[in-house]
């Protein structure tokens, strides 16, 4: 008996896992994919081309008002589809496209950074003081493996970074105790879960076929684990994955509000912050770069406007002698 044909969007599953896309980004291309069929009608994308991606994208910029990322996600979800999974290049595109916004981030001083810490406590508060003392964005400091801190050296690793760039960072003298104390109560939970027959971790890139033992060992469990186990929906294995980021995001926001911080705080802005105060400090800006992990540094300029007291250094006539 012959198995049912695969549906267009069971290959675009395909193709996003065997180049190894992220299961957040494989979800987001499928979303894009289906908004763009149902836009048109549900027509068959190997019967559109160009002029319904135009239209596709005019429609986002125009009508929804979308952010210049958002459409930028979409159109790179379309040219997959057509370049990988249809194998159809598409021409040129001229849709009207988003604007981006060239916009400031938010900088907490250091007195603001203490007081919103304060007012978190446990785990949440130890993610939090990591993003300020480390320069993690959010997800690069959950997906943190125990092999990936190093106290020796007083250094994190970080394993395929934003652009998939593995980088090193500081790991601050101050959270070397507490890290180690946290780690002791999370190698209790691994083998309380090896013991109840589970313990395995997801391991990227197929690693979990070349090392059959590898999802078990203690070096490659999450440093900040989920509370419970889950079902990995991908291959339907019951494991334990690490904290999610709504956690940490409604935490870091009612910890601002406690502390009367009238500034949008969200774990990002202990990332600008870590910049920032490192600038302030006199440090070198292509340090900061690294640190950060931007391809560019011109991206990392941007935190330079910290710097420029009264508006590139002017100095205003209402405070002059």
């Given at each position: 008996?012959?198995?049912?044909?695969k549906?267009l969007?069971?290959?675009?599953?395909?193709?996003?896992?065997?180049?190894?896309?992220?299961?957040?980004t494989?979800?987001?291309?499928?979303?894009?994919?289906?908004?763009?069929?149902?836009?048109?009608?549900?027509r068959?994308?190997?019967?559109?081309?160009?002029?319904?991606i135009?239209?596709?994208?005019t429609?986002?910029?125009?009508?929804?008002?979308?952010a210049?990322?958002t459409?930028n996600q979409?159109?790179?979800?379309?040219l997959?589809?057509?370049?990988?999974?249809?194998?159809?290049?598409?021409?040129?595109?001229d849709?009207?496209?988003?604007?981006?916004?060239?916009?400031l981030?938010?900088?907490?001083?250091?007195d603001?950074v203490?007081?919103v810490?304060?007012?978190m406590?446990?785990?949440?508060?130890?993610?939090?003081?990591?993003?300020?003392g480390s320069?993690?964005?959010?997800?690069?400091?959950?997906?943190?493996?125990?092999?990936d801190v190093?106290?020796?050296?007083?250094?994190?690793?970080?394993?395929?970074?934003?652009?998939?760039?593995d980088r090193?960072?500081?790991?601050?003298?101050s959270?070397?105790?507490p890290?180690?104390?946290?780690?002791?109560?999370?190698?209790m939970?691994?083998?309380?879960?090896?013991?109840?027959?589970?313990g395995?971790?997801?391991?990227?890139?197929a690693?979990a076929y070349?090392?059959?033992?590898?999802?078990r060992?203690?070096?490659?469990?999450?440093?900040?684990?989920?509370?419970s186990?889950?079902?990995?929906?991908?291959?339907?294995l019951?494991?334990?994955?690490?904290?999610?980021?709504?956690?940490?995001q409604?935490?870091?926001?009612e910890?601002?509000?406690?502390?009367?911080?009238?500034k949008p705080?969200?774990p990002?802005?202990f990332?600008?912050?870590?910049a920032?105060?490192?600038?302030?400090?006199?440090?070198?800006?292509?340090t900061v770069?690294e640190?950060?992990?931007?391809?560019?540094?011109?991206t990392?300029m941007?935190?330079?406007?910290?710097?420029?007291?009264?508006?590139?250094?002017?100095?205003?006539?209402l405070d002059?002698?």
């Open positions: 008996m012959n198995s049912r044909p549906k969007l069971d290959h675009v599953h395909d193709a996003l896992r065997v180049k190894h896309y992220s299961i957040r494989e979800q987001a291309y499928v979303n894009w994919i289906k908004r763009f069929i149902l836009f048109h009608n549900k068959h994308p190997r019967q559109m081309g160009s002029a319904e135009e239209a596709f994208l429609h986002l910029a125009v009508d929804l008002n979308v210049a990322s459409q979409a159109l790179c979800a379309l997959f589809l057509y370049h990988h999974v249809l194998d159809i290049e598409i021409g040129p595109l849709a009207v496209r988003a604007k981006k916004p060239r916009r981030p938010t900088i907490l001083t250091q603001e203490r007081a810490i304060a007012a406590s446990g785990v949440n508060q130890l993610i939090a003081k990591l993003l300020y320069g993690l964005r959010l997800l690069e400091a959950l997906r943190l493996r125990v092999k190093d106290f020796a050296y007083h250094q994190i690793t970080v394993r395929d970074g934003k652009g998939e760039k090193v960072t500081i790991l601050p003298a959270l070397v105790e890290l180690q104390e946290h780690l002791s109560r999370v190698g939970l691994h083998q309380c879960d090896l013991e109840n027959g589970y395995a971790v997801y391991l990227p890139y690693l070349k090392y059959p033992n590898a999802e060992e203690w070096c490659w469990q999450y440093v900040f684990p989920a509370r186990l889950s079902t990995d929906p991908r291959t339907g019951r494991r334990r994955h690490h904290l999610g980021e709504s956690g940490l409604r935490a870091v926001r910890a601002a509000r406690l502390a009367g911080i009238q705080v969200t990002h802005t990332r600008h912050t870590f920032t105060h490192l600038l302030e400090s006199g440090y070198d800006i292509r770069q640190l950060l992990g931007h391809k560019d540094v011109k990392t941007i935190y330079t406007h910290v710097l420029n007291r009264g508006g590139l250094a002017v100095r205003s006539p002059a002698d």
